[in-house]
């Protein structure tokens, strides 16, 4: 069965999680990788009362933009039990913009520390882009 055309799968790692991404676009990629670390930690938001949030960032490269990114969703997390299933994520050269919307956590039965650097990068393929993530657990 082929892969659809973006999506993200668990993939084995010894000590911590990983999780493999691919998507056509960058934008696409980083949504993929929100979605996958969410499922990974196995998070339920909430059904009622969405909330709203617009993240900035600037990095010197995509690798560290998406470990910023990533890191920030877990900060929502933390400090305000916020998780988010919709973003809208715009990619220039060095920064990040992203709308997200989401609710208060219902449950997370597990929990992601850090996003890390191991072995990552962002490769251009055929179809688009892929990356492999290490989650600190």
């Given at each position: 069965m082929k892969d659809p055309i973006s999506g993200y799968r668990e993939i084995e790692h010894t000590a911590d999680w990983a999780l493999h991404v691919w998507a056509p676009d960058l934008e696409t990629l980083f949504c993929q990788a929100a979605i996958g670390m969410y499922a990974l930690a196995e998070t339920e938001l909430a059904s009622a009362?969405?909330?709203?949030?617009?993240?900035?960032?600037?990095?010197?490269?995509?690798?560290?933009?998406?470990?910023a990114f990533l890191n920030e969703l877990l900060f929502f997390g933390e400090n305000e039990g916020l998780g988010f299933d919709r973003f809208e994520i715009s990619i220039s050269h060095s920064s990040l913009t992203a709308a997200l919307v989401g609710a208060e956590m219902v449950s997370r039965k597990k929990e992601i520390k850090a996003v890390t650097f191991h072995n990552l990068q962002v490769a251009s393929t055929p179809g688009g882009f892929e990356v492999t993530i290490v989650f600190d657990v």
């Open positions: 009362k969405r909330l709203a949030r617009r993240v900035e960032l600037q990095a010197p490269d995509h690798e560290t933009l998406l470990v």
